[in-house]
């Protein structure tokens, strides 16, 4: 059973550096073909896209926020950080990670989420 | 402003029937699976719909999803209440290089 958790900061102030760590179990980011992505939603709208990390450490970003955004993995750990650098308010929202199935392009398994307040 | 086009809501009555189109273009859905989410209030998007038209384990035949072209439309019969959620397509953009979800699709079920 694949299952996903969030955790970090949830009020962070503008202008400061937000990371979030995704932890997972019921499977291995060593495993051809898997991936975790990044995907976030404000409070109301519709769900973004954010970034992409894979098995072999194949990254993708947001284009709209790639300057921002850090994608890491510790395999070992079964971990993935995000690193979102100048938090404004504008990116308060929930943030989900979820396990990529790359053969098939979707997000099958998503993580509870955790909502982030970028307030001063 | 996503390159995925949704209706931002439909409706009909518990038993009908109700499809939500997903409107995109030839860098995203004519050559990218598309997969379906919903989203129950308060919850986490749940993975209805992959590649195109598959269902995962625990899925209900009640949806189905197809593909044409530059779209794709989910289809949702015998609607219940329990069905009333937030609808999101989603595929892969070629051209930008990443992963776009569409605006979303309130379904109420009156």
């Known amino acids: 059973q694949i299952t996903l958790k969030e955790s970090g900061l949830t009020l962070v102030k503008p202008t400061q550096t937000l990371t979030l760590t995704c932890t997972f179990s019921?499977?291995?980011?060593?495993?051809?073909?898997?991936?975790v992505g990044w995907i976030r939603q404000p409070p109301g709208k519709a769900l973004e896209w954010l970034a992409l990390?894979?098995?072999?450490?194949?990254?993708r970003y947001s284009p709209s926020l790639k300057s921002r955004l850090i994608i890491t993995k510790d395999s070992s750990k079964n971990q993935v950080v995000l690193t979102v650098t100048n938090m404004d308010p504008v990116d308060t929202a929930t943030y989900y990670c979820?396990?990529?199935?790359?053969?098939?392009?979707?997000?099958?398994?998503w993580g509870q989420g955790t909502t982030v307040t970028v307030s001063s | 402003q996503s390159v995925l086009t949704q209706p931002p809501s439909v409706s009909a009555a518990p038993g009908q029937k109700v499809t939500i189109s997903c409107s995109g273009s030839?860098?995203?859905?004519?050559?990218?699976?598309v997969s379906w989410y919903q989203q129950l209030p308060g919850t986490a998007p749940k993975l209805l719909i992959y590649?195109?038209?598959k269902r995962p384990s625990g899925i209900p035949d009640r949806f189905s999803g197809s593909k044409s072209g530059t779209s794709a439309t989910l289809g949702i019969t015998g609607l219940q209440t329990g069905d009333e959620a937030d609808y999101y397509c989603?595929?892969?953009?070629?051209?930008?290089?990443?992963?776009?979800f569409g605006g979303g699709t309130k379904l109420t079920v009156l």
């Open positions: 590649e195109n038209n």
């Open positions: 990390i894979y098995w072999d450490d194949d990254k």
């Open positions: 030839s860098s995203n859905i004519v050559n990218n699976y």
């Open positions: 979820a396990h990529r199935r790359g053969s098939s392009g979707c997000f099958d398994v």
């Open positions: 019921g499977f291995s980011l060593s495993t051809s073909g898997v991936g």
């Open positions: 989603a595929t892969w953009d070629s051209s930008l290089g990443a992963e776009e």
